[in-house]
């Protein structure tokens, strides 16, 4: 079946730039997405990228799709502690969307 | 604008006992829906879906069950809580139309004690 597949932390000094990598395995995706959780709360849509682009630009954020090597990253610039948080990569199938792990950022000052 | 109603935010409750999550949806019509559970420390696992009315996709053995009353009501239950079932809960829409996306609820802490 459908996996996705995401390292679990990511530690990073503030001003940094911040990659949060993914692997998936469903190609027939059409969107991939990238998902924002902050402690005990839902998830937050950050952003997304159609899986016939390479690349999606959204302020401070830069979506990287390789879909020959089946490779979604997700670049912060300029970090800040604010987006200390656990971020999610996602395909969405037919009826569903599959979630990795997620990657727990946290953000040193 | 779409908005999930999740409730409660926090739940404690003992082995054994029942439990009902109820989940509704504001501002739009037929979509699919979703209960998603999130352990501590764990990524996201689905465990139903719903794509109309009575209808309910299971993804994992377990101890719960999902229904769906009505169009924009989800409801996760059980007869007997487990130990295992501690998890935070996560209602999840996804709207009909070409550009909507995967939106959530803002979850349930439940503690199984």
């Known amino acids: 079946g459908e996996d996705v597949e995401q390292s679990l932390f990511l530690s990073v000094r503030e001003g940094d730039s911040s990659v949060i990598n993914c692997t998936y395995t469903?190609?027939?995706?059409?969107?991939l997405y990238w998902y924002k959780q902050e402690p005990g709360a839902g998830l937050q849509l950050l952003t997304y990228?159609?899986?016939?682009?390479d690349m999606k630009q959204d302020q401070r954020l830069t979506v990287l799709l390789n879909k020959k090597d089946k490779h979604l990253s997700l670049r912060i610039a300029d970090t800040q502690t604010g987006d200390s948080a656990i971020y999610f990569c996602?395909?969405?199938?037919?009826?569903?969307?599959?979630f990795g792990t997620g990657t727990r950022l946290k953000v040193l000052a | 604008s779409q908005t999930i109603h999740q409730w409660p935010a926090t739940l404690v409750q003992p082995v054994g006992s029942p439990l009902s999550l109820e989940c509704t949806v504001e501002?739009?019509?037929?979509?699919?829906l979703y209960w998603y559970r999130q352990a501590a420390g764990r990524g996201l696992q689905l465990l139903f879906y719903?794509?109309?009315?009575?209808?309910i996709s299971s993804e994992v053995p377990q101890n719960l069950s999902a229904s769906r009353p009505q169009d924009r009501q989800f409801i996760l239950s059980s007869k007997k809580l487990l130990l295992s079932d501690s998890g935070f809960y996560l209602c999840?829409?996804?709207?009909?139309?070409?550009?909507?996306?995967?939106?959530f609820g803002s979850g349930t802490q439940l503690s199984v004690l």
């Open positions: 996602a395909d969405s199938g037919t009826y569903k969307y599959i």
């Open positions: 469903d190609s027939s995706s059409t969107y």
């Open positions: 990228i159609f899986s016939n682009m």
């Open positions: 501002g739009t019509s037929n979509p699919n």
């Open positions: 719903s794509v109309g009315i009575g209808q």
């Open positions: 999840a829409c996804w709207p009909l139309g070409p550009n909507e996306k995967l939106f």
